[in-house]
């Protein structure tokens, strides 16, 4: 009886100190509603070789005025070297009503906007919790369901 009481005597405390998923997903939301801004965004480059595209020229856009234009080396070092792929940050703040121009190599610009967050359950063996993470953009028209802008050479062989 004594070790029944103790038992619930620690549990007690564990399982009134748990937030429901209700008010993590709430936390969450209220968390992605004040995001009005990506810090970082990670472009993929594939099938492109060091000759084929040494750098790539941004242009960020805001209520019609470019607000950044530049051109910027890309990485020489392949993470994969059979498909040629590379990685490539642009490290500027791009607020989600923001037009990114990309032009990388003879290929044509790419226009991508539309940026959005979304909540995104975090499930691990102990604990559950959702967060707020970069979820979507436009590119080219055509809507991505993706955290990474993937830029695939279809000359490439």
């Keep these: 009886m004594k070790l029944i009481k103790a038992i619930s005597v620690i549990l ?7 937030e429901s998923d209700e008010k993590k997903f709430a936390r969450a939301e209220r968390e992605c ?3 009005n ?9 594939f099938g492109y070789s060091y000759d084929d595209a040494d750098s790539v020229s941004i242009k960020i856009q805001r209520d019609g005025k470019i607000i950044a234009d530049y051109k910027d080396a890309l990485p020489k070092k392949y993470f994969d070297s ?4 590379r990685y490539y940050t642009i490290k500027k703040n791009i607020l989600l009503t923001d037009t990114l121009m990309v032009k990388i190599a003879k ?6 906007y539309g940026f959005s967050y979304a909540v995104k359950p975090h499930f691990t063996m102990m604990n559950r919790d959702f967060g707020c993470e970069f979820n979507s953009f436009v590119m080219d028209g055509e809507i991505v369901n993706e955290s990474t802008v993937r830029v695939v050479n279809k000359s490439a062989k």
């Design 33 to 35: 509603s004040q995001k």
């Design 12 to 18: 007690l405390p564990f399982f009134v100190a748990c």
């Design 82 to 85: 059979l498909r040629h792929q």
């Design 107 to 112: 290929e044509p610009i790419r226009k991508i």
């Design 37 to 45: 801004s990506v810090d970082q965004l990670d472009v993929s480059l």
